[in-house]
């Protein structure tokens, strides 16, 4: 049974390896500042172990914000308007959405299957959702 | 025989790389939402309609990808563009999605769905055929 606790240590490192370390949402939040009334906030997270090896940089409107990490999250704090969330593995995805004064938005990123290695893709989800599955993620914004 | 087998065995496998191969690489292909740059006139809040999804409602897009109108999902006229009247969700997010995805709103004419706005391109998707819709 040795090679069988080696295959198991073998398969959890593998999947562990790239999995966010850091607060939890629950620690972060009352550290999160004000918004402003023409500043909206955009949570970005992915709750799965699928794919943890990658670990893509993610831009809004062009700019790199933050890395995305399997069961991690952060948040960018934005002017309201028209924004563009966007990230490359092997193919480039995004996902565009407004964003108004004091509201938060929730956008989540999964890894899915490619042709080489996987791809990233990202759902624009419900407060309900998104708080939801922030609960079990680590802040991760690097 | 045994030179057979293993050319079977062979065979195999490769059947099932390819299959993998091919699914994997249709699913990274979606068609790209086709979109077309459009002018929202705002509407009133105070004047502004309010509309809930009558039945279960299963939308295709030309992309290939489905939505789903919830019964009983709630939608708020946020305005106009020349396609029809826009209504946001009210209760949830919508979005659709194709090579990308994208927030949408519905855009209803003659109470039927035509197309789609989206908020974060000021854009206009049209669907390939107008969809009845029934309200409450």
Redesign the interface.
Known sequence: MNWLRAFLIAVISILATGCATGPSFNDMKSKMPALGKDTGRVFIYRDSSFGAAMQPQIAINGKTVGTSRANGFFFVDLPAG???VSAST??E??????LEGGQTRYVRAYI????VVG?I??????AEAGEAALAGLAYSPE | MIYRRGLGAVGSVGRWVTLLLVSATLMGCAAEIVRMPTTLSQADPATARRIEIGALTTIELASGFQRTLLSGSRWRQVGTVTQGEVFRSEDSVFSIAGANTHEAYLVINDERLVGFYLPGERAYSALPAPLPLRFR
């Open positions: 028209e924004h563009r092997e193919v995805r995004s996902l565009t959405f407004a899915s299957f490619g042709l791809r893709n990202f759902d624009l989800v419900n």
